[in-house]
């Protein structure tokens, strides 16, 4: 049934269910509205039609709360922006088919047409479903006035000749048996009606009772002359003297050989879940020509299916269905078979099917010629395979299902195009729950979200996983995630079931060219979540144009699908089946060979990306055997960055896979890509791969490059604060640079366990290790001694010496900019700024903090910002400026929060609170106060959350509770002892009420 219903009491059923319509007028103004679908009613006839000849003064005003009402309504049944104001008035915005009754008259005039053109059988089934959508009188429960009146008198009517042309039909067609029983029902309503009863006498005739149609036509006779005083009219009167004479035009004829109209859809799948918004976007009514594509496995079918069946009302001429098997070249239907197919089911016997496809092509058109046909073309393989069967007009559908996009057939025809993805994880949730049912998956929900990511939310593996515990009803959830997580490709099939996830992607892997089929199975053995086409070409060893044709047909084939930055994915399960051909259909040598390739690759874009980011840092030289011919990006910071951006995903697991069996690639790649990690703050990553390198190092038994490598890990795990584990890892470093004999390297290990140590406010131990980095790199490299300068001036700094830390500060400053390191001015700078802003210089502090900030934003330091944000807006909260104080706090929040930087964003949290403290707003100061401890709770400091619990003591002792602020005090005294802060802890320990200076 269409969704809008006026054909008995007014009803509209959206997604969502049904509209609530209160009241008769609401219901009356809805079915006026859809009476005129697409078209504008003004106010003054609906309040003619609402109120008719008297209406109140308020009609207009009341009118416009009725039409909000219904809106709330059609809202509320997911038919939103449906009920438009235009103009004047107001117009329903849905097509004509979504409307019963332009449905019905429709199907009433195609029904005369047909019988016009003695398409007897095709009237018959036009005006059985058209009169099949009445559900009693029209507009049954709307309260009527005026011209509204006067339109169900006209809609009666339609139907009551509708009723008198089937019959008629239906007569004509032998069914005279059928006809007496309705006929008489019918004339106890309307027993006038003079064609009803004609056509009454004839069936009664027909079925040998002749004296009954007489004594039929006599009560028709009496009543009339009774009633109006007339006779029956010249063709009733004709009729009863044929029948009087028994006359042989009488008797039926011969029925038509007749073709039923095609109703080819399969059923739809069970447990249909999801799709939303693709189902939206097909039900388009301007989308004549619609492409779904994806995947194998992605559900195509069952979305076209699905679709299908809830618009058929649409296409009252047929539903057709074809599997064209396009993904087989060996199986697909050539153009003729899929016309001849086409053909038989419009009626067309097989003996008057043309042998040619252009003759084929030309009946097909001229039969679905201004009829409305559903087409669904399931599995097609190319644009040629489908164009014959594209309809002459826009009054038919076609709906193609493809793994290829069929771009070309958007050439000469207007083409929507659906592309599936994946289901999303609530969609892949529901259709569990449909097939397992809500308790069942309730009972372990942490095992069926795990079953959802390890089927890849794709349709085919979640319905056959569904299926399998369908048919084990004790066995639980967790027990098929532990099959899939041994052999996920295996686990996925159904015993008795074809349609293994495996088959059905070997369908797509079998269809493709030798050149595509390889580069498929060798993309197999890269471990990265993404891949370029220059990737591809190195695979492979072609060139970057001959690779390029074999990514587009993989792409094409919906065998990877391209992200947005340019790069190519696999889905996961793919994924898993690639790695599965390239075991099957590569020797052992060839597989080595590939992932050398690969490995080469990204040490040569590692080293590019390093001469570009940090040309200071080279202390490696990477021996590169294979170099490509071309790199991705140019000798600029800019394109460098963002071109491994994209590849962030895949830089862990290409180091992984290189520390398997090229362990001096593996310490390469560690060193090289260690500037673009930590200038965009991807510190867990670099903790991964460093982990890589030292495990590669060890493998090599080599003392300098495990120095090196510990040395490196070192510094990203005091970027992601765990300093204890840094300190472990860089006293191993010490050790073996001190065996090595690398006097540049131990000092780098010396300045590193002093960051470390300044890290856990160890301010002593690290100005001595500070301090023995600069003896070490004193005559060496200007640049090393900088780092050791700045990291000894900010020891000094946090000691409260500021005369000697700003000497070291600037003499490093100095060096930084000899050595032309702007990364490394950059830090200076900071350290500076703090320095002064510590020393109580404010103006001086957020001069350098500012020219700081801005070279870390020139070269694309992004973890670095929000730090900086936040220190100048304490410069500016400790210069009194506590409104642009705290716009740079809410600057720091957004930014660390966009980064996922826990630790900055708990900074920045408590900094807002801060500053809302200084300004008095104590319900502001609390709720960021609250926001920071809970985040503290995922990423602790105790050093920082002291200082949360000491802003809270100032929050509580202003709001007069002192003893929430002495409880909140205390904890902040243990934490600063905890943090090695005594300075603070002796400081906040010796007074009763904290002030904020």
Known sequence: MPPVRVLGLVEVVGPLGPAVLIGGRQRALLALLALNAGSVVTQTRLVDALWGESPPRTAVRT?????????????????????????????????????????????????????????????????????????????????????????????????????????????????????????????????????????????????????????????????????????PGPKLQSLHMAILRRESSLEPKPNPVHAPIPAQLPRPVGHFAGRTDELAALADPAACIVVVSGPAGIGKTALAVQWAHQVKHRYPDGQLFLDLRGHDPDAALTPADALTHVLRGLGVPPDRIPAGVADQTGLYRSLVHDRRVLIILDNGGTADHVSPLVPPTVSSTLVVTSRSQLSALAIDHAVQSAELDVLAVDEAHGLINRVLGVQRVEREQAAAFELIELCGRMPLALRIAAAKLAARPRQPIAGLVAELSDDRLDALQVTGDSRSVRTVFASAYNALSEPAARLFRLLGLHPGTSFGTRLAAAVMGLSHGRARRSVDELSAAHLIMETERGQYRFHDLIRLYASECAKTDETTAQRDAAAHRIIDWYLAIADAANSTLDPTR????????????????????????????????????????????????????????????????????????????????????????????????????????????????????????????????????????????????????????????????????????????????????????????????????????????????????????????????????????????????????????????????????????????????????EISTELGDQHCEAISLGNIARAHLRAGDLPAARHHLTRALDLRVRFPDAYEEAHLHRWMSRFAAASGDAAAAATHRDHAVQLYIKANAVAEADELAGVTVDSDS
């Open 63 to 231: 009118l416009q709360s009725h039409v909000a009402r219904v809106r709330q309504a059609l809202d509320g049944c997911g038919l939103p922006d449906v009920l438009v104001t235009r103009g004047p008035g107001y117009v329903l915005d849905v097509p004509r088919a979504d409307v019963d009754a332009h449905l019905f008259e429709d199907a009433v005039r195609l029904a005369k047409t047909d019988l016009a053109g003695n398409a007897v059988p095709d009237a018959v089934a036009r005006l059985a479903a058209g009169l099949k959508l009445w559900r009693g009188e029209a507009l049954a429960d709307a309260g009527l006035e005026s011209w509204a009146v006067a339109e169900v008198q006209r809609l009666t009517e339609v139907r009551l000749d509708a009723v008198e042309d089937l019959w008629d039909a239906r007569v004509q067609l032998g069914d005279h048996v059928a006809a007496v029983g309705e006929l008489e029902r019918q004339l106890v309503a309307t027993p006038l009606r003079e064609r009803l009863v004609g056509l009454l006498m004839l069936a009664l005739y027909r079925c040998g009772r002749h004296s009954d149609a007489l004594d039929r036509y006599e009560r028709l006779r009496v009543r009339l002359a009774e009633d109006l005083g007339v006779d």
């Open 618 to 893: 080279t202390r490696i030289t990477a021996a590169i055997a294979d170099p490509p011919a071309e790199l991705p990006f140019a000798a600029e910071s800019d394109e460098v960055l963002a071109f491994l951006d994209g590849e962030r995903g895949n830089i862990v697991p290409v180091v992984a896979l290189a520390a398997e069996s090229h362990e001096l690639t593996a310490c390469h790649m560690t060193y090289l890509l260690a500037g673009f990690l930590d200038r965009r703050g991807h510190w867990t990553d670099w903790v991964a791969t460093c982990r890589w390198g030292v495990t590669a190092a060890n493998r090599l038994g080599d003392p300098e490059l495990g120095g090196l490598m510990r040395s490196a890990l070192g510094v990203s795990c005091i970027f992601t604060r765990r300093f204890d584990e840094a300190l472990d890892v860089l006293h191993e470093a010490l050790a073996m640079t001190q065996a090595s004999g690398n006097v540049r390297d131990e000092g780098y290990v010396h300045n590193n366990l002093a960051v470390a140590n300044a890290g856990l406010r160890r301010f002593d131990e690290a100005a001595e290790s500070f301090g023995r980095a600069l003896e070490l790199h004193t005559g060496t490299s200007p640049a090393a001694m900088a780092s050791a300068l700045n990291n000894l001036g900010y020891a000094h700094t946090e000691n409260g010496d500021f005369a000697i830390g700003l000497k070291h500060l600037t003499q490093a400053l100095t060096l930084a900019k000899d050595a032309e390191d702007v990364t490394l001015q950059a830090a200076i700078l900071h350290s500076l700024g703090v320095a002064n802003r510590a020393k109580g210089d404010h103006d001086q502090a957020l001069a350098f903090l500012h020219e700081s900030l801005a070279l870390y934003r020139e070269i694309g330091y992004k973890r670095h910002i929000p730090g900086g944000i936040n220190d100048i807006g304490e410069a500016l909260l400790l210069r009194g400026d506590h409104t642009q104080a705290l716009a740079e706090f809410v600057t720091a929040l």
